[in-house]
Nanobody, 115 residues
Framework: QVQLVESGGGLVQPGGSLRLSCAAS????????WDWYRQAPGKQCELVAQ???????KYADSVKGRFTISRDNANKTVYLQMNSLKPEDTAVYYC?????????WGQGTQVTVSS
């Protein structure tokens, strides 16, 4: 059993930065991938960033060069560093982990980019 607890996020001005954290409890042994998804009002849930057990990463085209996903196995925490934020980045961001057929989700955290 894995539980994910997110922190960070909030209101930031365009061009600003935020770092989201996803702290896992329970065993993360054999977790295959860690992801950040986001869902904006009226839009589908979108995969923003992914880091695998081999530490390969993927990013949505819309965030490449601005967002960075990383993880700290010792602290069982995954991060999403978000720089040069744009209003279109406004969404609820969700942490997600996969272990074979099992999926785990955080509660979601609101990120609002506005003046």
């Amino acid at each position: 059993q894995v539980q994910l607890v997110e922190s960070g996020g909030g209101l930031v001005q365009p061009g600003g930065s935020l770092r989201l954290s996803c702290a896992a409890s329970g065993s993360i042994f054999s977790i295959n991938a860690w992801d950040w998804y986001r869902q904006a009002p009226g839009k589908q849930c979108e995969l923003v960033a992914q880091i695998t057990s081999s530490r390969s990463t993927k990013y949505a085209d819309s965030v490449k060069g601005r967002f960075t996903i990383s993880r700290d196995n010792a602290n069982k925490t995954v991060y999403l560093q978000m720089n040069s934020l744009k209003p279109e980045d406004t969404a609820v961001y969700y942490c997600h982990a996969a272990r074979y057929a099992r999926h785990y989700w955080g509660q979601g955290t609101q990120v609002t980019v506005s003046s």
